[in-house]
């Protein structure tokens, strides 16, 4: 398997899609020689680590529609994780998800991790709309999503639901 990582970079920050080894150390809990930030990796990373151990990515295109660990580019830091939750369907559409350790977050950096895997990803051919959840309290995570330029679609009774045509 290919295990050469591709970036993308913002202004602030670097994300690299999981590798076998990254997500190794997230379940094992030992950075080794990576540098994480205090509360990396959530519980939810975690998770999202088990299950990239049961289907690893084995090429660049795979690995763009996984998950990724945000780094904080002057540091090389790991400060949270955003992930695509696979390719596009047949319709064009996939889901995304974020998250960034607490003295991270109110800093802009979930919305700038967001767009800038969203611009990376928005000339794949076939993938038109991405979409993405909230539970209802999480303001922040809605704010994110506002900042990035989704549009509210409809609620139920655990999450609220947001839609971003890609192009």
């Known amino acids: 398997m290919n295990d050469t990582p591709i970036e993308i970079t913002t202004e602030r920050l670097t994300l690299r899609p999981f590798t076998v080894a990254s997500a190794q150390a997230m379940v094992d809990g030992v ?16 998770d999202v680590a088990r299950m990239y151990l049961g289907h690893p990515a ?9 998950p990724w660990e945000i780094t904080w580019t002057a540091t090389g830091q ?5 992930g695509l939750f696979g390719p596009p369907d047949d319709d064009g559409c996939t889901e995304v998800g974020y998250g960034v350790v607490p003295v991270f ?7 700038e991790a967001l767009n800038g895997l969203l611009a990376a990803t928005a000339g794949v ?6 979409i993405a959840s909230t539970d209802h309290g999480n303001h922040a995570s809605r704010k994110v999503l506002d900042k990035a330029g989704f549009g509210y679609t409809h609620a139920d009774e655990e999450k609220r639901y947001y839609t971003r045509p890609l192009g």
Do not use: C, S
């Open 31 to 46: 950075a080794g020689d990576r540098d994480w930030a205090e509360g990396y990796p959530p519980a939810d990373d975690v």
């Open 105 to 111: 977050q109110g800093k802009g950096v979930a919305t």
């Open 125 to 130: 051919a076939g993938f038109t709309t991405v």
């Open 78 to 82: 790991t400060i949270g994780g955003i």
């Open 58 to 66: 084995t090429d660049d295109h795979a690995r763009r529609f996984g």
